[in-house]
């Protein structure tokens, strides 16, 4: 079983950015398509982007396309998702994902079977 540890949450003004970084251990990081959720407060958790084993493909929720960005270091065992242009709707607990070592490129939700313990983002307007 992989262990994801997130940090970089925080309270951000509307218009501002975040970088929330990811790492994981307990499994080869190379191995594991990657994956980042958020769940808002009465809301259904929601897959907001994917990035595969090597880095080179990513996916992205329609929501943020063209704000955020996610990416891997692979000799770090660190996943990263720079979120710009936030905005207040963007408010949620943000949880890294580790998908199931079958998938060289996880775009689904059901792909994924470990998550961290999550760290709060907050967008004030």
């Known amino acids: 079983q992989v262990q994801l540890v997130e940090s970089g949450g925080g309270l951000v003004q509307a218009g501002g950015s975040l970088r929330l970084s990811c790492v994981a251990s307990g499994r080869t990081f190379s191995t594991l398509s990657m994956g980042w959720f958020r769940q808002a407060l009465g809301k259904e958790r929601e897959l907001v982007a994917s990035?595969?084993?090597?880095?080179?493909?990513?996916n992205y929720a329609d929501s943020v396309k063209g704000r955020f960005t996610t990416s891997r270091d692979n000799a770090k065992n660190t996943v990263y998702l720079q979120m710009n242009s936030l905005k207040p709707e963007d408010t949620a607990v943000y949880y890294c994902?580790?998908?199931?070592?079958?998938?060289?490129?996880?775009?689904?939700?059901?792909?994924?079977?470990?998550w961290g313990q999550g760290t709060q983002v907050t967008v004030s307007s």
């Open positions: 990035i595969s084993r090597s880095g080179d493909y990513a």
């Open positions: 994902a580790a998908a199931r070592p079958l998938y060289d490129f996880a775009a689904s939700e059901l792909a994924f079977e470990s």
